[in-house]
């Protein structure tokens, strides 16, 4: 006997055959999987499309994590870190200031530097393009991973310019890939009650689809836990999927675990253990084209991040020095972690640590 | 044993041995989850998650056994040493009451300057707040054994007596004693960890086990631990439920880095698989935080635990998870179970409280504890200065008399031979002075509801239930009560006598059950004053010089305060002949305790807006009663021990063949109850 097939809610179990036989799930699957109280049956599942595509791997990164500024024009409900130019606690750096940042780093073995800022009104389009050549001029093996969707948007208007070529612009200066935010949840309702003033879904997908076109990666988030209904987050990762049907470029999905603290929805709770590692299930089972779904621990805490390896998750993130944004939203994670509890923390799970590079290359050790 | 062989032995429902035990290590964490949920549904299978309200109170952290995984100790001696104060214990139990506790987990260090008087007045003392006390982890208990040179059978006895409730499975580290040597060489032995813990439930008390993991241990040595409990839990079934939780290493002596989440969840899994007999696991979200305990409820977990409105120990390594309730529930909620409140014997506490009690607690009944007589309810609060009847006069009394202020002062003045004043500890607060008196033979209990001296207590503020329970922890099986309503009905003068035989309950005050929220006492009053002492003292008060009605409608209001003239009218139209303050909810509450209990009222007024009565005030009543009838009411007064003493006889000789004594027979069926009344109120 075997309990592999044997599921605590039976309506999993057409969902497994699906899965035995490669099928696509559709929307009611996604809803099913959401609404399942057998959380360890849908993990199994997002174990067995996990396992298939990467085995027992998990990847880290060592990266540097750049947070330019926190002055947004956008005002979004669930952001503890956007602030308006006169704002008590809004800074921006200035390009001495990065660059120190990476000087004062210089000797550790960082592969990547991750760069995302807030919507800055008066920035001046040269300003990014320095960053990244000063960055690269520093370090010039680096892969930067710099700029979400809605980061590009607003840089092609600053500019002037059509995405394409302010895509163009900053891949030349040494853009390597874009960061998955942004893609908040899709649904038009949530956005008109919590960031109507960002980039429209489309705007954000059309940004990805073109970087994919011109050869840049993307990742794609999805903030969850906050007004959002299970219809909507289904909605939202059909949308990545079909979008990622036609470019292909989505390396990695990432889900946010929204953190209500400091944020204009205080009043909400913040995300649970079994919805974070639900979330990262269905994802997995879902996004059947996207290659790799990461646990960002510093957002479900090192124990949590630990556990989602058996839940769909074949990525941890990395040693994260320096991450504002959530902490500014009431995180209680420790701010970073060295890379030998990294691997501890993998090796307990029973996986294999896999050092990778932006791209998800082995760094060899 | 090749792992399948081990999932077949699970899914077919068999035990499993140490090889099959050491086997379950090899399968992934999914895997080892799944299995515990299905057998956890087994154990469980609706989808309930419980979790207690009370509070960690440390009543010292001064401790000789320095153990190396521990940064909550002093050594005597050093500085930061504390032993709690008794206003900072009434601050921590009034808070405790005010967050709806139950109960409080009491454990300390084991700290020599405290005799065993220290534990037994500070069990008195918490009881005394209606709190349960989970207390005394077995160092404690075999530290104090050694310290007195009392065996740890006299302990448990003394504390039980002092009104220990049940007793935490802490200091259970791992229980090997190879393990023991090398992290806590001065504690007690895994042995005697097990002695402590037989020996409590044979004396009745339910007991909690725990594993502290994640240090120098090997696995098995994990499951020698589990194998250990199975064993004893086989022969006592006196555990109520097993918590694994992980060494934290900060600020102790062993240091390391902790286990992992994955290694707890294992670890959590393997336990219920293991544990068979134990019906409920518990999550340590002290250790694991929020989230991690959240999803260990898929690894086998049916418990949150408490609220711990305030954790030292733990927290002293530097990690401090906090929850509140509000949170916990929503945590069990969002996970799509039910969450229900319980006490520290794992009885469910709130609505809906009848269904789950016995899948719960173990099926087997308590035994009945080893206090007996008067033992059971005395002693604690009053430390050894209380009196106490010395064996060789100790007939104790079968009827009791619950009466006005100073009401033994009447007997006093009679010169009826006076037997002494008790004052049992009760779990439902302090009861009034018992006052126990021998005439012809028959001895006899008067208690003074409102208090000895003035009115001190009014009606709404009398704790009936620690009164009741006194009076039965005594040996009180009837009870006549005495009391002073006014008449609704006109033909009931003042100063007439008036036996009623029903009650309409027009109160809203205190506590009106012994069982909130637990489901007992869904029981049927009808008749509602026991007939057979109802039939004594209405023949035997034939000739009495005092006008007697033998049937009338008592109506209970809650007071102090008088009633209003319409009130009146409603009660008239209600049928009732009565009011007053006093028998409701006391006939209710006696009748929980399987007490005879009928009421012999004397009327001293008419109620309001029944006769026409001008406003006098600065005197009883404030007019509402005339000079005159004062006056018959001062006669009936005044011949109250008269009364009492003639009605005795008939009181005590009384067969018990009315239904009163099995009132609640069909919760002792359903084993629910016990047999032995002391069993009911933890």
Redesign the interface.
């Known amino acids: 006997?075997?309990?592999n097939g044997c599921f605590?809610d039976p309506k999993l179990a057409p969902i497994y055959e699906k899965v035995i036989r490669r099928e696509r799930l559709d929307r009611d699957d996604g809803l099913t999987l959401y609404r399942s109280?057998?959380?360890?049956?849908v993990?199994?599942l997002a174990?067995l499309v996990r396992r298939r595509l990467h085995g027992n791997k998990a990847y880290y990164i060592y990266n540097q994590h750049l947070n330019y500024s926190n002055v947004c024009v956008n005002g979004c409900k669930f952001c503890a870190f956007g602030k308006k130019a006169d704002e008590p606690g809004a800074y921006e750096m200035t390009l001495e200031e990065i660059m120190a940042r990476i000087r004062e780093r210089l000797h550790e073995p960082i592969s990547e530097i991750h760069i995302v800022g807030g919507l800055h009104p008066d920035l001046p389009f040269s300003y990014y393009l320095d960053m990244l050549r000063g960055i690269k001029a520093l370090r010039p093996g680096v892969h930067l991973q710099a700029f979400t969707a809605v980061e590009i948007a607003h840089l092609a208007d600053i500019a002037g310019l059509s995405v394409a070529k302010t895509l163009s612009a900053l891949k030349e200066a040494g853009l390597g890939s874009l960061p998955g935010g942004g893609a908040e949840v899709f649904s038009p309702r949530i956005r008109g009650e919590l960031c109507p003033k960002k980039l429209s879904p489309s705007g954000w997908l059309a940004v990805c689809q073109t970087a994919h076109r011109l050869g840049l990666n993307t990742n794609a988030t999805m903030l969850y836990g906050h007004l959002e209904t299970l219809e909507e987050r289904v909605d939202h990762l059909i949308r990545l999927r079909e979008a990622q049907d036609e470019t292909g470029g989505f390396l990695t999905f990432i889900p946010l675990a929204f953190h209500p603290e400091n944020t204009q929805l205080a009043e909400l709770?913040g995300t649970?253990?079994?919805?974070?590692?639900k979330n990262l299930a269905v994802a997995r089972l879902m996004l059947d084209n996207f290659p790799h779904i990461k646990a960002f621990w510093i957002m479900?805490?090192p124990?949590?991040a630990?556990?989602s390896l058996?839940f769909g998750a074949d990525d941890i993130d990395g040693t994260v020095i320096e991450e504002r944004i959530t902490h500014m939203a009431g995180a209680q994670t420790p701010q970073g972690l060295s890379r030998a509890q990294l691997l501890?923390?993998i090796r307990?799970?029973?996986c294999e640590p896999v050092e990778r590079d932006t791209l998800y290359n082995a760094i060899p050790s | 044993m090749s792992r399948?062989k081990v999932?077949?032995r699970i899914?077919e429902g068999r035990r499993l041995d140490a090889t099959d035990a050491l086997s379950l290590w090899d399968l992934?964490?999914?895997?080892l989850?799944?299995?515990a949920?299905?057998v956890r549904?087994r154990v469980h299978p609706e989808?309930v998650v419980t979790y207690v309200v009370d509070r960690n109170i440390n009543y010292t952290n001064i401790c000789t056994s320095g153990c190396k995984f521990c940064a909550f100790y002093r050594a005597p001696g050093d500085p930061g040493g504390y032993v709690l104060d008794l206003d900072s214990l009434r601050q921590k139990l009034a808070e405790t009451l005010a967050a709806g506790g139950t109960g409080i987990l009491l454990q300390g260090g084991l700290n020599p300057a405290l005799p065993l008087e220290f534990y037994e007045n500070l069990v008195g003392f918490i009881r005394g707040f209606g709190l349960q006390v989970h207390g005394f982890s077995p160092p404690e208990i075999s530290f104090l054994a050694r310290q007195t040179g009392l065996s740890v059978e006299d302990i448990l006895a003394r504390l039980i007596t002092a009104g220990l409730s049940s007793i935490p499975g802490g200091g259970a580290e791992i229980l090997s004693d190879r393990v023991r040597r090398a992290i806590s060489p001065n504690k007690c032995t895994a042995g005697e960890w097990l002695q402590v813990m037989g020996t409590a439930h044979g004396l009745g008390l339910k007991t909690t086990a725990t594993m502290m993991f994640g240090h120098l241990e090997t696995r098995a040595e994990r499951l020698e631990h589990l194998m250990r409990l199975r064993d004893l839990q086989d022969r006592t079934a006196g555990f109520t439920a097993f918590i694994p939780w992980t060494f934290q290493p900060g600020g102790t002596a062993l240091g390391g880095?902790p286990?992992?989440?994955?290694?707890y969840?294992k670890t959590l899994a393997v336990s219920r698989l293991v544990l068979d007999n134990f019906p409920n696991l518990q999550v340590s979200w002290v250790t694991?935080?929020?989230?991690?305990?959240?999803?260990a409820l898929?690894?086998g977990a049916n418990d949150f635990g408490s609220t711990m409105l305030e954790e030292n120990v733990v927290a002293a390594t530097g990690v401090t998870f906090r929850l509140s309730r509000e949170?916990i529930v929503?945590?069990i909620t969002?996970?799509?179970y039910s969450a229900q409140q319980r006490d520290h014997v794992y009885r469910l506490v709130g609505e809906g409280g009848q269904g789950l009690t016995a899948s719960c607690c173990s099926s087997k009944p308590l035994p009945p504890t080893s206090c007996r007589g008067l033992g059971a309810g005395c002693g604690g609060r009053e430390g050894r200065s209380s009196p106490r009847p010395s064996p060789h006069n100790t007939s104790f009394p079968k009827v009791a008399i619950i009466a006005r202020v100073g009401a033994h002062r009447d007997f006093l003045a009679r010169g009826v031979e006076y037997r002494g004043e008790q004052r049992p500890s009760t779990p439902f607060g302090e009861a009034n002075p018992v006052h126990v008196f021998l005439h012809d033979g028959v001895e006899f209990a008067v208690l003074s509801r409102h208090g000895e001296e003035g009115y001190r207590v009014s009606a709404p503020f009398v704790n009936d239930r620690a009164n009741l329970y006194a009076l039965k922890a005594l040996g009180v099986e009837k009870i006549l009560a005495w009391c002073a309503p006014g008449a609704i009905n006109e033909a009931m003068a003042p100063g007439n006598l008036v036996a009623p035989h029903d009650v309409l309950d027009e109160g809203k005050g205190g506590p009106h059950t012994f069982f909130p929220g637990r489901g007992q006492g869904f029981i049927r009053h009808n008749p509602v004053f026991c007939p057979g002492l109802r039939q004594a003292l209405i023949e035997r008060l034939a000739d009495s010089p005092f006008k007697l009605h033998t049937k009338a409608v008592y109506v209970g209001t809650t007071g102090p305060r008088l009633e209003t003239p319409a009130e009146i009218r409603k009660f008239a139209v209600l049928g009732g002949d009565l009011v007053g303050q006093t028998l409701v909810p006391e006939v209710f509450l006696a009748r929980e305790l399987e007490l005879c209990y009928a009421a012999l009222c004397y009327v001293v007024n008419f109620a309001e807006g029944v006769k026409d009565r001008p406003y006098e005030p600065g005197v009883l009543f404030e007019g509402l009663a005339t000079a005159a009838e004062v006056e018959r009411v001062r006669e009936v007064e005044a011949a109250f021990a008269d009364i009492v003493l003639k009605l005795l006889p008939e009181l005590a000789g009384t067969e018990r063949d009315c239904p009163c004594s099995r009132l609640m027979e069909r919760y002792r069926r359903r084993g629910d109850l016990g047999e032995d009344w002391r069993t009911w109120f933890p």
């Open positions: 006997m075997t309990i605590a109280r057998d959380l360890l049956g993990g199994y174990d709770s649970t253990g079994f919805d974070d590692l479900i805490g124990k949590l630990q556990l058996s501890h923390m307990e799970a029973g | 399948l999932i077949d899914l992934d964490v999914l895997t989850g799944r299995l949920d299905l549904r989808p880095k286990a992992g989440a994955l290694e969840l694991q935080g929020a989230k991690i305990a959240q999803v898929q690894f949170e929503r945590l969002a996970a799509g």
